[in-house]
């Protein structure tokens, strides 16, 4: 493992269908984030993870998101009923210094 | 008031010239981080560089240097004989360690073109 890893790369979905995204941080890391870019922008803080508990989450994360992180190792970030205002770049990063990033799920909603 | 401003929407340089990136920020935090990545078309952020608040010297990794004025409260990229894989977006961003809550925060990005 040599880095941070996001299942699926991309995903296209009906609105008002559930999506649910997948975060394999680097093994040693601790923290885990999940960010969401726009076309055009930089990404913006979703929620953080330090082990198993979500220290803090913005305001950017609406009742239809919610992320786990069920043992501390790998992430989920499900968002039900899915509206085109969803459509981003979900990235997840992982650290215990340098913040580093995966790929990113790249979410069409149609 | 932005926490991390990139005044550069876009900025072209050729082949082999060395080219700086401006990034200033805002924290009222002793102790903060700033970090610069570089975002290929592709997707995927790529971490090139680092500077600690209390690091004094001038953090360098290979052809990329941050140029780091306290006082000024700027964190300038500079890269050196630019190539043409170094086209893509970059982001200056800043991880504050007092209240912050550790998260980082990133301004809206250059778009940089290396031309021949």
């Known amino acids: 493992d040599t880095g941070v890893s996001q299942n699926p790369r991309h995903k296209i979905t009906k609105r008002g269908q559930n999506v649910t995204f997948r975060c394999d941080p680097i093994?040693?890391?601790?923290?885990l984030y999940w960010y969401r870019q726009t076309l055009g922008q930089g990404p913006e803080f979703l929620t953080y993870?330090?082990?198993?508990?979500?220290?803090?989450k913005s305001r950017l994360l609406s009742d239809r998101f919610s992320a786990e992180r069920p043992k501390g190792s790998f992430s989920t970030l499900e968002i039900q009923r899915t509206e085109q205002g969803d459509s981003a770049m979900y990235l997840c990063?992982?650290?215990?210094?340098?913040?580093?990033f995966g790929s990113g799920t790249r979410l069409t909603v149609v | 008031a932005q926490k991390i401003t990139q005044t550069q929407p876009g900025m072209f340089v050729q082949e082999k010239e060395a080219v700086t990136l401006d990034c200033t920020y805002d924290t009222s935090d002793q102790s903060y981080g700033l970090f610069w990545y570089k975002q290929p078309s592709s997707g995927e952020m790529i971490f090139l560089i680092y500077q600690g608040s209390y690091d004094e010297q001038n953090a360098t990794e290979g052809r990329y240097s941050l140029n780091f004025q306290k006082a000024r409260k700027s964190a300038n990229l500079v890269i050196s004989a630019s190539q043409l894989g170094d086209s893509a977006m970059y982001f200056c961003a800043m991880r504050e360690y007092g209240g912050g809550g550790n998260k980082l925060t990133f301004g809206t990005g250059t778009q940089l073109k290396v031309e021949l």
């Open positions: 093994s040693e890391h601790n923290r």
């Open positions: 993870f330090q082990n198993e508990a979500q220290l803090e």
């Open positions: 990063a992982s650290t215990l210094g340098t913040v580093l």
